[in-house]
């Protein structure tokens, strides 16, 4: 009877972690985010756009993190500190779009932007 309960118990875990595997890992307290960059037209993305994410004081510290938009306009950042942002998309010619935003701990935050000419 024991051997059942016991087989019974490692059947149930395994399929728990196949099942929720986002329920065994541990919380790292950071946030991750991407989307893509287009131009006004929405299907030229803006390869090269500078993407800014600062943090905004006293809530978040201090901190800006900068990446590009690669060929296809995609940008990412990883391990982000939770907490308040700007964040701020700009390219030459184009108007530069800024939103305040709130990454979360442990969430993928998705951002599109489509930016409009001067």
């Known amino acids: 009877m024991k051997c059942l309960i016991g087989l019974l118990?490692?059947?149930a875990v395994t399929l728990a972690v196949c099942l929720f595997p986002g329920m065994t890992y541990a919380?790292?307290?950071r946030g991750w985010m991407d989307?893509?960059?287009?131009?006004?037209?929405a299907i030229k993305p803006a390869a090269g756009a500078t993407v800014e994410l600062t943090a905004v004081e006293p809530r978040?510290?201090?901190g800006k993190?900068?990446?590009k938009a690669d060929e296809r306009g995609e940008?990412?950042?990883k391990d982000i500190?939770?907490?308040?942002?700007?964040?701020?998309?700009?390219?030459?010619?184009?108007?530069t779009y800024e939103i305040e935003i709130y990454i979360m701990p442990d969430v993928h935050t998705r951002i599109h932007v489509r930016l409009k000419k001067k």
Not at 35 to 41: D, K, L, N, V, Y
Not at 81 to 95: E, F, H, I, Q, T
Request: net charge positive; no cysteine.
């Open 9 to 11: 118990m490692t059947v």
């Open 27 to 29: 919380q790292s307290g």
């Open 35 to 41: 989307g893509f960059i287009r131009h006004e037209t």
């Open 60 to 62: 978040s510290g201090s």
């Open 65 to 67: 993190l900068v990446a």
């Open 75 to 77: 940008y990412k950042f």
């Open 81 to 95: 500190p939770y907490g308040d942002y700007m964040l701020r998309v700009s390219s030459d010619g184009y108007k």
